[in-house]
């Protein structure tokens, strides 16, 4: 028998002070993010909700302090009237609804050709799929404001789609593409498609092939196959490229402007009418305010849960 | 070459029956990839209720083999049969074979019991038929209680079991396992052997399984082939092979063996002379080699076939002098490392029955090998 007591307290593994180590190195990596969070989102967000609560006033800045020290008396004088017009004037409502339906019917669009995209992107041969990636980034070379113009030309009634159409004998006259809903639609889907490719294309690139094989062998049909195991697979992919696309698509302001119809008010556009046309900072706070809540925190929610469960 | 066995024995041996009719037969199957072939004309039958075992290096073709009869490569040419129905061109799905995977390819997203249930939801059963079979598989691998955990939450025997009672779930005429033990570590593995015999039994489906482990095969194959370069070298249940291997290639492969070249002096229907400068001895062994006077041969002789004797032995043939130079101490036996007086190293194993410190043969001994006159092999390949 070997006796331990004489071999074990040779060798003494030096652990306390390098786990301490390894946990304040731990700390300082995850403050980064947060204080970064803190200053450049918490912060902001506070004063816009401060602002959302004041009253307009024609002065610089144009909104009434709601914090009032004057001889030892602290005025507060909260106005909650903004939050109530949200309610009461079917203007914002219906503003909140546009900006809802374009940016769900963007977000499905751009998931189904975002989908096939990025499926078609990881069939096609190893050397091909940096050469169409490189294709799916390339429009972010040019001007943003250039490519959205771009679409101009396009739909409008003397446009490249409208030519081809008559040219070709399906129309007769041109068809209003440009200055509706249809075009902002058009507009967002295009910009936004890459926001949707590349998480989807991550995820479905690290699938493991032999899962279709299995399906396969254990008497799945290709579609079945797609249906039950690529696509639940994808899930994250879909998820982030769908949050990608829906947050940024709810306030989008340029694509409107520009490619839209001039009485239909999707939410980035209030903003921009209520701070720069009006003045009225306050109000357009509100609607950022509420956007955010109705909006962004249930999306932010999903996904910690979702998270959470994986 | 003929079986060892006796004729009583055959009953489980249908490969010896000419009237047995093959279950799954392979016909001059080949595939290539491009300019390399990867299956070289293989024909192969093989019979109901068998565990076949395709053993190979790695890129001697047996993968490819087998995922041509899972349905996952089509063959260059030949045909594969399954019950005499021609399945050659049939898609995996279509099949009435399963597969094992090597990684057990269990599905990520759905638990145990969703996984085992898989196959059976392209097939049109009622829900309580469903949930009798998913229990029956589930008993089958002793996973009741890991029904509702996912595949991550497994250890990796676990996983394989979860893999085996999948495979099996839709009871196919054919079951192919690529590697079912090479991912857990030694002492699971013996255990697993046998527990995979016990249910290929019980459940009756013929495996063909393909591994690179010749232990693995030889303890749980009926029969195995021995597959290089995109073809099958020998066929045959295990212990023919290790007994009689037809080729130089087997018998290295198969075991270790101890080779000895030779010139055939005498050629009679019962026994072979072979003359051999590296044995310094002449070589008796009693088969027939049917080569003419004069060809070059090698004789194979198993290490634990060899005997050490520390005194000279009666007679000039099967005999040599040596002296050891390693000794292998392997717990159970020990390997002795012999060089004879023309150079050549011999191995020989002897069982220890003594303790090490007790046993009579060491280092730089000089000591008499010899074997009895059946246990050399004629190979003339």
């Known amino acids: 028998m070997m006796n331990l007591d004489d071999t074990t307290p040779l060798v003494v593994p030096p652990k306390k002070p390098w786990h301490k180590l390894r946990w304040q190195e731990r700390r300082i990596v995850t403050i980064l993010p947060y204080t970064w969070l803190l200053i450049f989102f918490f912060v902001p967000f506070l004063l816009v909700f401060k602002i959302s609560l004041s009253e307009p006033v024609l002065s610089v800045p144009p909104y009434q302090e709601i914090f009032k020290w004057m001889d030892g008396i602290l005025n507060i004088h909260l106005n909650l009237n903004n939050y109530i017009r949200m309610v009461t004037d079917p203007f914002y409502a219906q503003g909140f609804m546009t900006s809802l339906i374009i940016a769900a019917i963007t977000t499905f669009g751009c998931l189904v050709l975002g989908f096939l995209i990025a499926y078609a992107i990881v069939c096609a041969p190893r050397h091909w799929r940096f050469i169409l990636l490189l294709m799916v980034v390339l429009p972010f070379w040019t001007s943003f404001l250039v490519r959205v113009y771009a679409w101009i030309g396009i739909l409008s009634n003397t446009g490249f789609l409208n030519q081809l159409l008559l040219y070709l004998g399906i129309i007769d006259e041109p068809i209003q593409f440009l200055y509706n809903n249809f075009s902002v639609t058009i507009g967002i889907i295009y910009c936004y498609l890459p926001f949707m490719i590349l998480p989807i294309y991550s995820v479905l690139d690290k699938i493991d092939p032999v899962y279709m094989e299995a399906a396969y062998d254990l008497g799945c049909r290709p579609w079945g196959a797609f249906w039950r195991i690529t696509l639940p697979l994808s899930m994250p992919g879909i998820l982030s490229g769908c949050a990608l696309v829906f947050i940024p698509a709810l306030g989008e302001f340029v694509i409107p402007e520009i490619l839209g119809a001039s009485d239909s008010f999707m939410m980035g556009r209030i903003i921009w009418i209520e701070f720069f046309n009006n003045r009225d900072w306050p109000v357009a706070s509100t609607v950022a305010i509420v956007m955010l809540l109705l909006f962004v925190v249930p999306i932010m929610i999903s996904q910690r849960r979702h998270n959470q469960r994986h | ?381």
């Open chain 2, 1 to 381: 070459m003929p079986p060892l066995s006796n004729p009583s024995k055959r009953i489980i041996e249908p490969w010896y029956d000419p009237k047995t009719r093959p279950y799954i037969t392979l016909e001059g199957v080949s595939k290539s990839f491009g300019a390399v072939v990867a299956v070289k004309n293989i024909s192969l039958s093989i019979y109901q209720g068998e565990l076949f075992a395709l053993l190979g290096g790695s890129g001697s073709g047996k993968t490819t083999l087998l995922r041509m009869l899972a349905g996952f490569e089509a063959p260059t040419s030949g045909r594969i049969l399954i019950d005499d129905v021609d399945i050659t061109q049939w898609p995996p799905y279509e099949r009435p074979v399963n597969m094992m995977f090597q990684s057990y390819a269990l599905f990520p997203h759905m638990t145990v019991e969703q996984n085992i249930a898989f196959g059976l939801k392209q097939e049109r059963i009622t829900k309580s038929a469903l949930k009798d079979k998913v229990a029956w598989a589930l008993d089958l691998v002793k996973m009741t209680s890991f029904a509702h955990r996912r595949p991550n939450q497994l250890s990796g025997g676990q996983c394989q079991r979860v893999a085996l009672a999948r495979s099996l779930i839709k009871e196919p005429k054919l079951l192919l396992l690529d590697e079912p033990l090479g991912s857990l570590d030694k002492k699971l593995r013996e255990q697993t052997q046998f527990e995979l015999v016990n249910i290929q039994e019980r459940v009756g489906i013929t495996f063909i399984m393909v591994t690179h482990d010749q232990e693995e095969a030889m303890t749980m194959a009926s029969r195995m082939a021995i597959m290089e370069e995109g073809q099958i070298r020998q066929i045959g249940a295990p212990h023919d092979i290790y007994e009689f291997p037809n080729s130089r290639f087997v018998a290295e492969f198969i075991g270790s063996t101890n080779i000895f070249d030779g010139i055939v002096t005498e050629d009679e229907a019962d026994h072979v002379l072979v003359n051999s400068e590296e044995a310094g001895c002449q070589l008796y062994v009693s088969e027939s080699a049917a080569v003419p006077i004069g060809s070059h041969v090698v004789v194979a002789v198993r290490p634990e076939k060899i005997m050490i004797s520390t005194t000279p032995t009666a007679g000039t043939r099967n005999t040599a002098k040596g002296i050891i130079r390693e000794i292998a101490y392997l717990g159970d036996i020990s390997i002795y490392y012999i060089q004879l007086e023309s150079g050549k190293i011999l191995q020989a194993a002897r069982p220890n029955l003594l303790r090490f410190s007790e046993r009579e043969l060491t280092w730089e001994d000089e000591v008499y090998v010899f074997w009895r006159t059946e246990n050399g092999v004629i190979l003339t390949s």
